[in-house]
């Protein structure tokens, strides 16, 4: 469920009208809905009651410190997986105490900033990483918490892009070397082992992978007790995918995810930690559009928005489908033709759909990406000198920009030309 909804033949955003966003913004902007954000976050957070549990959003999903702070507001915990991602953390108002450090390739300076700022746990991916944090944690006289991220060779059942937990992928330690390396781990003076992270991918649509995945950490974590480890908690990523259109059938709800967990897990004594951010984001964000033309061309009607691959890249990499709604609705008994949804950089890739059936559209006619709030403005770039399209976050009636379109006199001021030149 999502609050964007027509309300008198118009696209609103909550109690906003999304024209009366774009007279004030201009075109293409994101919107999010407060609305929903809350209620997805609420969504997992009662999925596991009865349990020690932490939702740690991930902040790769939709990085916005507005967003970060909505959702820190309410209790939730951050995933991280850089150092710049730690820093937009700590400024919404997170505490370290509620911050995972996750991802491949942490530097010494990343690990640094969060072992002197505050830090819940690190997620190792690699005995090399486990070393270089024992070996910053000894020279600052600390101890860094850490679970080491097991790769459970599973099959995620989702683009080959978005899987991580397969053998041949870069992420974790193989399942068969845990032992050996919680081994290490344990007398390295700078590691505290508190816990196992797993994670298999994003955009999941069943629960069959997360059980298999979560019935081997389960085996492991009764071994690593067997081998003496305190191993009290459970980080499980996330993954939880989300329907991008209207006629798939729903992936699985945050209810049936969590009653999983706690068959599988719940009488393991963890506390629990999962991951989500497509889940909370996706269907929380629109992205909205104007129509430059409309252009006819050989056997094939073209719609040519001022949005491009470089504001919305999910449909150029990984081919993936996004509703495309009018926000005005056409009238009863207006027939849909089909156009080949594009934008105007100068890539063929730059199309986000093909022989798409829409209402037919002008120029100045305004339309809406659905399921845009991750993985949108978080993977946007400024290709062929586009300046990054501002947010909007919506709460009730009323609304805020909380990142600006910068001017092309920004953009050109953060280049320098040598002297020499």
């Not at 690593?224 to 209207?246: A, C, K």
Request: aromatic share 6%; charged share 25%.
């Amino acid at each position: 469920m999502d609050h964007f909804l027509y309300k008198d033949g118009v696209l609103h955003a909550e109690d906003v009208a999304i024209p009366e966003i774009a007279a004030v913004v201009g075109t293409p902007f994101y919107v999010y809905s407060a609305a929903t954000l809350t209620r997805h976050f609420q969504l997992f957070d009662a999925a596991l009651e009865g349990t020690d549990h932490l939702v740690c959003f991930a902040i790769k999903s939709n990085s916005n410190l507005a967003v970060l702070k909505l959702l820190g507001n309410l209790g939730a915990g951050m995933d991280v997986v850089s150092g710049g991602e730690y820093r937009r953390a700590k400024a919404a108002g997170v505490p370290g105490e509620r911050i995972v450090f996750s991802g491949v390739g942490k530097t010494r300076e990343e690990i640094t900033l969060a072992l002197t700022g505050g830090i819940r746990q690190f997620n190792v991916e690699s005995e090399p990483e486990l070393c270089a944090i024992s070996e910053v944690a000894s020279t600052l006289g600390v101890v860094a918490p850490i679970a080491l991220r097991v790769n459970p060779d599973v099959d995620a059942k989702t683009h080959e892009k978005i899987a991580t937990g397969k053998s041949e992928n870069k992420f974790g330690i193989p399942i068969a070397k845990a032992r050996a390396v919680y081994a290490e781990a344990a007398k390295l003076p700078g590691i505290a082992v508190v816990g196992v992270d797993v994670h298999i991918g994003s955009q999941l649509t069943e629960l069959e992978p997360f059980e298999a995945a979560f019935t081997k950490v389960r085996e492991l974590t009764l071994a690593l007790r067997e081998d003496g480890h305190d191993i009290r908690r459970l980080d499980l990523g996330g993954g939880l995918g989300i329907p991008y259109t209207r006629s798939n059938e729903a992936p699985p709800l945050p209810v049936e995810y969590g009653a999983m967990i706690k068959r599988v897990l719940g009488d393991l004594g963890c506390e629990i930690e999962i991951e989500p951010g497509r889940l909370i984001s996706g269907n929380a964000g629109l992205m909205v559009s104007s129509v430059i033309y409309v252009k006819e061309g050989e056997g094939r009607n073209f719609l040519i928005l001022d949005a491009a691959m470089n504001d919305l890249v999910r449909p150029s990499m990984y081919g993936a489908h996004h509703d495309i709604v009018p926000v005005i609705e056409a009238e009863p008994g207006t027939e849909p033709a089909a156009f080949d949804v594009v934008g105007p950089v100068c890539e063929t890739g730059d199309t986000f759909a093909k022989g798409r059936n829409l209402t037919p559209m002008g120029e100045g006619d305004l339309v809406a990406f659905r399921s845009a709030g991750a993985y949108g403005a978080v993977m946007a770039s400024e290709y062929n000198s586009r300046p990054l399209i501002p947010e909007v976050l919506v709460e009730g009636d009323h609304f805020a920009v909380i990142r600006q379109r910068p001017s092309f006199e920004e953009m050109l001021a953060r280049d320098s030309i040598p002297v020499w030149l």
